[in-house]
Structure formats: structure tokens, C-alpha cells
């Protein structure tokens, strides 16, 4: 015999306050009707998601099939822990002879009802894994490839190549690989910074005449781009959460919510003076993900 049932059938317990009436059938068909409601409004949010309605329609179903699972749940266990008080007398002379604890909560059709519940949760579970495809299709390697190849000239914008003696002291500018201008994922930071000497982590093979660094453009914190640069303490930020990175340093963040360094691009020049990548990056552009 179960705790429940043993708690049943006990006459030494006294009811003293029932704020509820006990568990019935239509209990049963409350739990019964929010375990439907939960299930349909969950079908509803996914109909409602793909037909691209409005959030208004969409999210009325969320909310009402959360609160018919919670419903459903709160009175499900109901009769397990039902509002009733009950008195245990001290002394046996004392037992109560009115009414037995046996009227509390007779147990009716609960694996009928708890199966109901569980077919609801899934379907509404189910039903909230709906927004997955819209998230378009994985990155897969497309950020551990950029277009930069040993030889690849930098040019600007305007697709002009650029000689290391024509960048200015103390500037930057957005440069791409040759050919593959607006490749988001291969733009690049060019910096020339004044007198300040380079410092580990940077990779000094890949700085030209003592003064001349690139890094990737891709903010390694959500992937904005990078292009503010401060000369007096050579540090470059993102705009969109304010990261800021050194650029002497390996191009380190020194703050904000990012934890990488920008990646260095292997940079060289050519016969001829002109800016060309070493190769591709070494390492993941923009945010790592795994
Ligand atoms: S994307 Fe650059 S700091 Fe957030």
C-alpha cells in the first residue's frame, strides 16, 4: 500500500479546513482542457510563425499555452497536495469519528491525465523549436577562410594598391584583398603607428619597416567592424560595445566585452614596394564559435 493510499484510509485524521473542494472530475477536466489549450496554442505559434503573421498573433499563442501547461500542471497535483487541513488527536480518545481522511482525494484516471500533460509539454516544446530554421544556415568554415593569399596585394576601396610609404604616420585604413573587394570577412585594419615600438604578442615577422601592422577589420566580440583608431595609445575600437584593442600588442583587447585579439594579417611587401599578404589568416576571424 502506497503512502497515499495508507494516508487514505487512515480515521484518526480530522478535516478542519477544506479552503478547496477535493478533487473531482472536473478537476480532471480542467487539467484535461489546458493540456488541449497547451497543445493547440503550441501548434497555433508555430502556424503562426511560418505564415509569418504578426508577433501579436504569435505570441498571444505562446502566452496562452504557457499558461494552460501551468495550469494544467498546478492542477494535476492538485489532489496530491490538496488545500485541506487535518487534525491528528493526541490521544486516542480523541479520534475523530465524523469524517474520514478517505474523502480527500480519491485518484482518478491520473496516468490518463499526466499522459495528456506530457503529450502537451512535448507538442508545445515541439512547437517552440519552430524559430530554429530561421536562423539561417550554419557559418560552417566560411569565417576560418578569407580571401587573402600569399601575394594578394592590399588595395583600398577604390581597389587602388597600396605602397607602405604611403600611409600616413598615425593613420589607419580599411583595406581588402585585391579582387575581393567588400568581402565582409576578409576586410582589414591597416595601421601605421608614430615612434611606439611593437610588443609581444605581435608577430614582428609580419610587420612592415618597424611601423606597419594589419589586423582583421571583424570585431571578435559580435563581428561589427572595427574602424576607430586613437594615435596617442595606438588603440583601435569597435563601435557597437566598445571594445578596444592595442594595436602595438598584438592588437590585445584591453577592454570590453571581447576576449581575442584581432587577428594578425601576415603582411609583407612585394618587388615592386607594394602591400601584399604572406598569406591567410592564421587563426578565426570575427567571434569565435567553437
Ligand atoms: S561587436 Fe565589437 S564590441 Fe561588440
Redesign the pocket.
Known sequence: MSDREAEQTRPDLTIVSEETPPPSQANDALVLGSAIIAALAGVGFAVGLALRTSITVYGTALAIGLLALGFGIRRYFSDLFPDIEAVEPRHPEQQATEEPVSAIAPLQRRSLLRNALIGASGVFGLSLLSPVPSLGPAPGDALRTTDWRRGTRLVTTDGEPIRADNVASGGVATVWPEGSINNEISAVILVRVGDTEFKDPTNFDWVVNNELVAYSKV?T????P?GLFRETDNALF?P????TFDAVRGAIPTF???ARALPQLPLGTDAEGFLIALGDFTEQVGPAYG
Open positions: 570585431c566580440h559580435a563581428g561589427c572595427v569597435c557597437c560595445h566598445q571594445s570590453g566585452p571581447t
